[in-house]
């Protein structure tokens, strides 16, 4: 199911990620990798707190605050990590996230993406739970293991250990 939303970001990036002259060519995959991650991690962090219907909520509409708060994120994650000026990152922000969003919408709903996309088997991975109010369980399942994988791929592991946590983290400022 995490694929389906990696590919589904890749094809919805295109225009705003790929063939924009101001993303470096060598920064790509980190931009569409950390849009899936700023994506998921609003999400899980909502389910974790039994909030699952602010997800319908943003799913539905680009001026939602939580679709605005993962736009902010990601466009300040990628001026961040990857260099790319404010306006740019904001430009890739407001086009990009609204646009998956919508069609994660679409695809729970059975249309939309055409694929069998469903927001409720990617917030039952984050592990557990449903857009009807399931709380599911994170204690380090699921997501965890996603954060790692994503991350490993992608040279965020800067102490070797094997996973991505706050150690990582504090070795990226020094």
């Keep these: 199911m995490l694929e389906q939303l990696t590919q589904l970001i ?20 980190g931009v569409i990798a950390e849009a899936q991650n700023t994506i998921l991690s609003t999400f899980s962090q909502l389910q974790a707190n039994g909030e699952t219907q ?11 605050p939580v679709t605005q708060n993962i736009q902010q994120n990601f466009a300040g994650n990628i001026m961040e990590k990857f260099g790319i000026n404010g306006s740019t990152a904001a430009s ?26 469903n927001i409720q088997d990617i917030l039952s ?22 954060i ?11 102490d070797g250990d094997g996973d991505v946590d706050l150690n990582d983290l504090t070795k990226m400022f020094r």
């Excluded at 295109?14 to 470096?24: A, D, M, R």
């Excluded at 602010?54 to 939602?64: K, P």
């Excluded at 790692?148 to 965020?156: E, H, Q, S, T, W």
């Design 54 to 64: 602010q997800v319908n909520e943003a799913l539905e509409s680009a001026d939602h």
């Design 148 to 158: 790692n994988n994503i991350g490993g791929k992608f040279g965020l592991d800067k």
């Design 92 to 117: 890739i922000a407001a086009v990009l996230i609204p646009t998956v969003l919508n069609a994660m919408k679409g695809g729970q709903q059975g249309g939309g993406a055409g694929n069998g996309f």
């Design 10 to 29: 890749q094809q919805s990036g295109l225009q705003s990620v790929i063939n924009n002259p101001e993303v470096p060519n060598e920064h790509n995959d």
């Design 125 to 146: 991975s984050l592990g557990g739970g449903n857009l009807a109010g399931g709380l599911g369980n994170l204690g380090g399942g699921n997501i965890q293991n996603t």
